[in-house]
């Protein structure tokens, strides 16, 4: 299977960025995992981070055409602000998996809602950098069945 890794705005930083809320995993280091992973079972993993909402619009976009599997989604801020994002998700159709590194419920009040876990298959957060790994087992189970 083709599965997509998308990563939202600032999680670039990811391993320098608030350590005490987002660990020290590097972007790479997360990245480099979920394709070991792939890799092993024989799937495919593309990835992108982005801090410009139109290029993960047109990324997502693109899977379609490329015949993405799967999409493992951190939308970062994102979440809380973005109808277009979720739009071009619903406009593809391809399942996709929520992350969060942090646990969203345990802090300020505007991260409690998103624009995308009514339309996720399912949502992770608050487990660290591990829950892009249990999304990933989770997005290739579903991709066997
Ligand atoms: C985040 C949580 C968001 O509220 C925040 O804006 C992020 C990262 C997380 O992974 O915990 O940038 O999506």
Redesign the pocket.
């Known amino acids: 299977a083709s599965i997509l890794v998308l990563h939202?705005?600032?999680?670039n930083l990811l391993g320098t960025r608030e350590p005490g809320?987002?660990g020290a995993t590097t972007l790479n280091d997360i990245n480099q995992r979920l394709s070991e992973i792939c890799q092993q079972q024989g799937h495919h993993l593309l990835s992108l981070q982005s801090n410009a909402e139109y290029e993960l619009i047109d990324r997502v976009h693109e899977a379609r055409s490329e015949g993405v599997d799967f999409i493992i989604f951190?939308?970062?801020?994102?979440?809380?602000t973005s109808v277009a994002l979720r739009d071009a998700l619903l406009a593809v159709g391809i399942p996709f998996i929520e992350?969060?590194?942090?646990?969203?419920y345990r802090?300020?009040e505007?991260?409690h809602t998103s624009y995308f876990s009514d339309i996720a298959e399912g949502v992770i957060?608050?487990l660290g950098a591990e829950?892009y790994e249990l999304a990933l087992t989770a997005a290739l189970t579903r991709c066997s069945q």
Do not use: D, K, Q, W
Request: aromatic fraction near 12%; glycine fraction near 12%.
């Open positions: 939202g705005p600032n999680l809320v987002y951190n939308p970062a801020a994102f979440t809380h992350v969060h590194i942090s646990n969203v802090r300020e505007f991260r957060c608050g829950g």
